[in-house]
Nanobody, 124 residues
Framework: QVQLVESGGGLVQAGGSLRLSCAASGRMFSAYRLAWFRQVPGKEREFIAS????????YYADSVKGRFTISRDNAKNTVYLEMNSLKTEDTAVYYC?????????????????WGRGTQVTVSS
């Protein structure tokens, strides 16, 4: 069983930065893929970025490419999402998710483990 806990959300002005953290516990394997998704009310959950638990092999949605960076810290069992040049349309609940397979899936249905989410609000 894998447990994921997000933190780091909050209120920030447009153009600002935030760093989200996802602390993972339980039995993780190097081939697991960790991802960030986001969701706003009334819309489907949207893929943002993913990375292999072993590190590397990163993927990004076009909407965040060049602004967001996903990374992981082996020693802390934590995955990060560094978000820069934030826009009001980045406002959402951000979720961390884990997939037992290395394939860079972008569909929420491919991920079997989820955190509870952290709210990010970008004001104009």
């Amino acid at each position: 069983q894998v447990q994921l806990v997000e933190s780091g959300g909050g209120l920030v002005q447009a153009g600002g930065s935030l760093r989200l953290s996802c602390a993972a516990s339980g039995r993780m394997f190097s081939a697991y893929r960790l991802a960030w998704f986001r969701q706003v009310p009334g819309k489907e959950r949207e893929f943002i970025a993913s990375i292999l638990w072993s590190g590397g092999d990163t993927y990004y949605a076009d909407s965040v490419k060049g602004r967001f960076t996903i990374s992981r810290d082996n020693a802390k069992n934590t995955v990060y999402l560094e978000m820069n040049s934030l826009k009001t349309e980045d406002t959402a609940v951000y979720y961390c998710a884990a997939n037992r397979y290395a394939f860079p899936a972008t569909s929420p249905g491919s991920y079997g483990y989820w955190g509870r989410g952290t709210q990010v609000t970008v004001s104009s």
